[in-house]
């Protein structure tokens, strides 16, 4: 089968950040770039933007993709690039904020290839095990969920759909255990006894996407998050609908690279600091 077009779908924590003592990025942005070029990708969807600035790094670098963010009152936004040659329509989704005025839009794209349509909807969903975030981080992913129907009336058929990002998929712990540590309340909600363990919610995702004929896709390296305190975790997803066809990537539709290249915690603690705590997600449509 022929490739249809491929993307990089990454959370760059926190991209472009400024430390405020010296008013520049936290972080170098060229290496950062660099990375996303080198990946080839025709599209290219980066979760975390928090400044204009990294756009003309992007612009200068890849000079034959063109660039779109997601605008508003949040602080991280979701900026897209798409090849020249790939024709294409983007809409930013205001829906997927679930009425809070603070959380990021989806952003909507969708590829035009030989007479086919391809929706794309890429999404950074609620963070945090506490009950509100988990109430608005299932609310945002059923949405999606239900957006297939959309879609398939729309098409008059089956919609060629996918939707990925950080889904945060972390479960739930009850109460408020960042009493028992202020300095580091993430870390607090590790040591309290789970309610929905966060494996647990990815197989709940994994199941409701059945009852809309979507998968969620497997990837060469599962956990997609890494962090010295933490550890691992599996936060950042692709689903599409079934009868979409990838490229494999060691037997699998996703290749996730990055932190899960390297074999230390010194190595992975290293790329972390350097380009994200996140890995990269990479795949390669085939035509329908």
Do not use: C
Request: proline share 5%.
């Amino acid at each position: 089968m022929a490739k249809a077009f491929s993307v990089l779908s990454w959370n760059v924590e926190h991209f472009g950040a400024k430390d405020k003592k010296t008013k520049k990025p936290k972080k170098p942005i060229q290496p950062i770039v660099d990375l996303i070029a080198a990946q080839k990708a025709d599209i290219v969807a980066i979760f975390e933007v928090k400044s204009t600035v990294v756009f003309r790094h992007l612009v200068e670098t890849m000079p034959d993709h063109r660039f779109f963010i997601t605008e508003g009152p949040q602080v991280q936004e979701i900026l897209i690039g798409v090849h020249k040659n790939l024709q294409t329509f983007a809409t930013q989704k205001s829906e997927f904020k679930e009425s809070q005025d603070k959380l990021r839009p989806g952003m909507m794209l969708t590829p035009y290839v030989d007479g086919q349509y391809y929706p794309l909807l890429f999404l950074h969903v609620k963070s945090m095990p506490d009950p509100k975030g988990f109430g608005l981080r299932a609310a945002m992913t059923q949405r999606a969920l239900a957006f297939r129907d959309t879609l398939d009336k729309a098409a008059g058929g089956t919609a060629n759909y996918i939707f990925m990002g950080d889904m945060n998929t972390m479960g739930m712990k009850y109460g408020d255990a960042r009493r028992a540590n202020r300095r580091n309340p993430r870390r607090s909600f590790r040591d309290v006894d789970d309610l929905i363990a966060g494996e647990r919610e990815i197989e709940e995702l994994r199941t409701d996407a059945r009852f809309v004929d979507m998968t969620l896709l497997e990837k060469t390296y599962e956990n997609t998050y890494w962090s010295k305190s933490i550890g691992e975790s599996n936060l950042d997803h692709v689903a599409a609908a079934d009868h979409l066809a990838f490229k494999p990537f060691s037997g699998k539709p996703i290749r996730a690279s990055g932190w899960p290249d390297e074999t230390t915690k010194a190595a992975r603690k290293a790329w972390a600091e350097q380009y994200s705590d996140h890995a990269m997600l990479y795949f390669e449509v085939q035509k329908v």
